[in-house]
């Protein structure tokens, strides 16, 4: 493929969108997966975190770094429900949209965030999904090699994380309203999420580090989804440092 080719994501395509299906009336795709009807549920601590840190923004800003090194504590449940929070949670739901702290086109909000837990006080090491609209986990897969399948998966890139995240992006969501141009949106979508989980990490003393260097069939494998109408995008493990 001629190096050429990728480049036209870049553009901005605004041109050649065409009819978006929203403008045919076509309804609103889901805005958040379904859990599945027997899968365990575990609510997160409701996202209030005003005595969580002391950070300044700006001391945020100034100390983030991509930290690889982690020590082998756990975080609490206040922890990651403030991580999550800031990577993906739903502040306001509007009718055809929702406010979050990350900045999203046109607000669709196109991921699915996907969280391996190894060590979280009180929650049992599995893959789960996020729920944003929920501010809980639906448990997606309880495996004992869940470590060993994520180190193959992001090429040796966990570092004995506490837990990593892994992004899907379902790119219908962003198509509905923005057709050819919704890859380059959907891949600025993913900075504006990321960025968010380094500076809320940096808030209380863990790290990140966003991996775009992965294997794509073994985290779409391991996630369970099908690499097309679902696909990994980026992903990032965490812990404290």
Not at 87 to 96: M, N, S, W
Request: aromatic letters at 8%.
């Amino acid at each position: 493929m001629d190096e050429r080719d990728g480049r036209r994501m870049l553009r901005s395509n605004w041109d050649i969108l065409g009819t978006p299906d929203q403008q045919k009336g076509v309804p609103l795709p889901e805005r958040q997966k379904t859990c599945p009807p027997d899968a365990p549920i575990t609510p997160l601590p409701p996202p209030d975190f005003t005595e969580l840190s002391e950070v300044k923004l700006v001391d945020a800003i100034l100390n983030r770094r991509s930290r690889r090194k982690y020590l082998p504590h756990s975080l609490t449940q206040q922890e990651l429900s403030f991580l999550l929070f800031a990577t993906q949670g739903v502040q306001k739901e509007l009718k055809q949209s929702s406010l979050r702290p990350p900045a999203s086109a046109g607000a669709r909000h196109p991921f699915e965030l996907y969280v391996a837990v190894f060590r979280v006080d009180g929650i049992e090491p599995s893959l789960y999904r996020y729920l944003p609209f929920d501010h809980a986990l639906c448990l997606i897969d309880d495996r004992t090699d869940l470590r060993e399948a994520s180190e193959e998966a992001l090429e040796g890139q966990g570092w004995n994380s506490a837990v990593t995240l892994f992004w899907t992006a379902i790119p219908y969501r962003m198509e509905w309203r923005y057709t050819v141009a919704s890859p380059k949106l959907i891949a600025l979508d993913a900075g504006h999420s990321c960025q968010n989980l380094y500076l809320a990490c940096e808030a209380i003393g863990c790290g990140t580090c966003a991996i775009g260097a992965y294997d794509q069939d073994k985290c779409d494998k391991l996630l369970g989804v099908d690499g097309l109408d679902e696909l990994t995008v980026y992903a990032a493990p965490i812990g404290k440092v």
